[in-house]
């Protein structure tokens, strides 16, 4: 009788869950293959002792930098950025990178940029606001024009990962395009799949880590590489550098910190700002050659 492996990963899943739901992003552990490798190594921020807000002052210091003023044409358009964070952290919680990069998009961009950001349970309410907005002149209908004008970006960590697909998928249903799609530590909530990009999605790239007891997913693959770009699998290590990650609970830093570091790491957010303006002003990457090509089979 063949031996069932499935109830000793539950319960790994399960007390994975529970340390994790104190603040943390809870996931479930998924295997992982060789990708791209990018290192961490040019910021050696300790972790340490500090108030709940230096973790996000250090992710987001150089942030600013990478975005630059709308120009006509994008301003004429409808630029639509939803973050999702990841466990059962509120979509409020100002202790998350990715509420305060929303914020900060906000701060930066004119008001054309809407950017706004959801738990990863309502993807529902997520997917009704984008369609809001899409509706420009308020009429009930989207129309060819509509869609066609709109610039989407979705972007989130762990389960908010996940739920990044769900919702790139399921506008994908409506006939909605999406320009960008980001991962970070993506983790595969039940009842989806986080692994293969909707044909509507334009481009999306994936940040990983493969330590600790929850990790990402380390492969993201197009239903339809003729009308998806892959940007890359790009892997991310902190064996030998530290990221303050003091914004989680002690438990949840000790059983989990590599998925928690590459959710507080300033070079990952650099990277998603770096994309983000380059989709939505088509200007030179900032991060030029740092990030590699993407991964061969």
């Not at 305060?100 to 906000?106: I, M, P, S, V």
């Amino acid at each position: 009788m063949a031996c069932n492996c499935r109830k000793p990963m539950r319960l790994v899943v399960a007390f994975a869950v529970c340390v994790t739901s104190l603040g943390a992003a809870s996931a479930q552990v998924v295997s992982s293959k060789q990708q791209n490798t990018l290192d961490s190594n040019d910021s050696t921020a300790a972790c340490r002792e500090a108030s709940r807000t230096e973790p996000l002052q250090e992710a987001f210091r150089s942030v600013p930098q990478r975005l630059h003023p709308l120009d006509d044409n994008s301003s004429a358009r409808n630029n639509i950025i939803i973050g999702f964070v990841g466990g059962f952290v509120s979509r409020n919680d100002l202790k998350h990178p990715e509420v305060q990069f929303a914020a900060l998009l906000r701060k930066s961009y004119p008001p054309s940029v809407h950017a706004e950001v959801f738990a990863n349970h309502d993807g529902t309410e997520a997917l009704r606001r984008v369609l809001q907005l899409l509706d420009s002149n308020g009429d009930g209908v989207i129309t060819g024009n509509e869609k066609e004008q709109a610039n989407i970006i979705i972007y989130g960590h762990s389960w908010g990962a996940s739920q990044t697909v769900t919702l790139a998928r399921a506008l994908g249903q409506q006939g909605v395009p999406v320009l960008l799609t980001i991962q970070v530590d993506s983790v595969r909530k039940p009842g989806q799949e986080d692994s293969i990009i909707p044909p509507n999605v334009r481009n999306a790239v994936n940040f990983y880590q493969t330590r600790g007891l929850i990790h990402g997913r380390s492969s993201i693959r197009a239903a339809d590489p003729e009308r998806t770009q892959i940007v890359g699998n790009f892997q991310m290590r902190y064996r030998n550098r530290r990221v303050n990650c003091d914004n989680y609970p002690w438990l949840a830093r000790h059983f989990n910190r590599p998925h928690h570091e590459i959710e507080n790491d300033p070079n990952v957010w650099n990277h998603i700002a770096s994309m983000i303006d380059l989709e939505l002003l088509k200007t030179t990457p900032i991060f030029g050659s740092s990030l590699p090509s993407a991964a061969t089979p």
